[in-house]
């Protein structure tokens, strides 16, 4: 078994993968911003059913500073870079979310290559891969074309519709790139490319796209707009990573992360209707029509983001991952409807 370190334990994919790596008989060591975090990693690990919490190791470090991460790497085996800067709110100015995203990425694979680590993983996203390519699969009368995206395309970081996180994620996952090339002096790299991580929250530290069900199950949703997603389960994503980790064919190689063909926001609902009865009562029933919510981001700024994304069906492939790492993920269906489950069983619909 190996010595893995982890970054950004408290992470909603990172918890997972720590739990995962566990259940493997891998020792770990996480890294949190503050050692004040550890019992809430603790707790989501409590929550997956992890073996052996009591042998994960916890170093203070932070993606903005070389402090801390001498010790993060010190007799590891491999590192898996997971956590990644994601922005509460727009930046005023693209560099505030571009640069620690980029720097961070570069301050990790620095320590892993002096630590002699044999392999980094780095979670990168489709969002390094599948935008700035104008209206692929658009679904409208006009306009757009037929695409399936995968591992040898790249995000265009000066095309349409470009916001400031996805370009870091393209930019940082180039930065690596560019390391390892120049600088890695045997250190191998493989990148993972999950879409968006759907599945069982183990606490309130969850992804961006678990706020989605959150908002359909509280109503918070009145009605679905035309938005296609992608989706992948946490647990999938998470061992897609160990995988890759240890499969002599990954290195120096890319794979996406995805369930399959994508699906609306009016089909997550419909799916936590049938799936979680009840519970899903608040869920939207019908669908906003794409021209008011051009409307409406006219006058709400939180809006303006989505209006690139209405009725734009971005498709991409996870054959290679299935063929070369033999993943099989499960289905849209069950990532979105676990992602429900877990937050009815949680109690985190409340508030």
């Given at each position: ?30 890294t ?16 997956a ?15 903005t ?69 104008g ?7 006009t ?104 499969a ?57 983001e ?30 979105v409807?676990?992602t429900?489950?877990?937050l ?8």
């Open positions: 078994m190996a010595h893995v370190l982890v970054t950004g334990g408290t992470g909603f994919l990172a918890s997972h993968t720590i739990a995962q790596l566990l259940s493997a008989e891998h020792t770990v060591t996480t949190v911003r503050s050692l004040s975090r550890r019992p809430d990693v603790e707790r989501m690990l409590a929550v059913g992890a073996p052996h919490t009591d042998d994960v190791s916890y170093v203070a470090a932070d993606l500073s070389d402090h801390g991460w001498d010790r993060a790497v010190a007799g590891a085996d491999y590192v898996l870079h997971v956590a990644s800067p994601f922005p509460a709110a727009r930046p005023e100015h693209e560099d505030e979310v571009i640069v620690p995203a980029r720097e961070g990425t570069l301050r990790v694979l620095r320590a892993a290559r002096e630590a002699g680590v044999r392999r980094a993983v780095l979670t990168s996203s489709f969002a390094a891969v599948g935008y700035g390519h209206r692929t699969g658009w679904t409208g009368r306009g757009g074309t037929e695409r399936t995206f995968g591992e040898d395309d790249w995000t265009r970081t000066d095309g349409p519709g470009v916001s400031a996180y996805v370009k870091s994620k393209a930019v940082a996952e180039r930065a690596a790139w560019d390391f390892i090339d120049s600088e890695g002096d045997g250190l191998e790299l493989t990148v993972v490319n999950p879409v968006g991580i759907f599945g069982p929250v183990l606490g309130p530290d969850y992804s961006a796209s678990i706020r989605i069900i959150h908002a359909m199950l509280t109503g918070g949703m009145q009605a679905a707009p035309p938005i296609w997603t992608n989706t992948v389960d946490v647990r999938d994503a998470a061992d897609l990573h160990l995988r890759a980790m240890t002599p064919q990954a290195a120096g190689q890319r794979y996406l992360a995805l369930a399959g063909e994508p699906i609306s926001f009016h089909g997550i609902a419909l799916a936590l209707r049938e799936r979680l009865g009840e519970a899903a009562a608040k869920t939207p029933t019908r669908s906003a029509p794409a021209w008011l919510l051009r409307l409406l981001a006219t006058v709400r700024p939180a809006l303006r989505t209006v690139p994304q209405l009725g734009v069906v971005r498709r991409a492939s996870n054959a290679k991952a299935r063929k070369e790492l033999d993943w099989s993920p499960r289905t849209n269906e069950e990532a409807t676990a429900g489950e877990s009815v069983r949680l109690g985190l619909l409340s508030g």
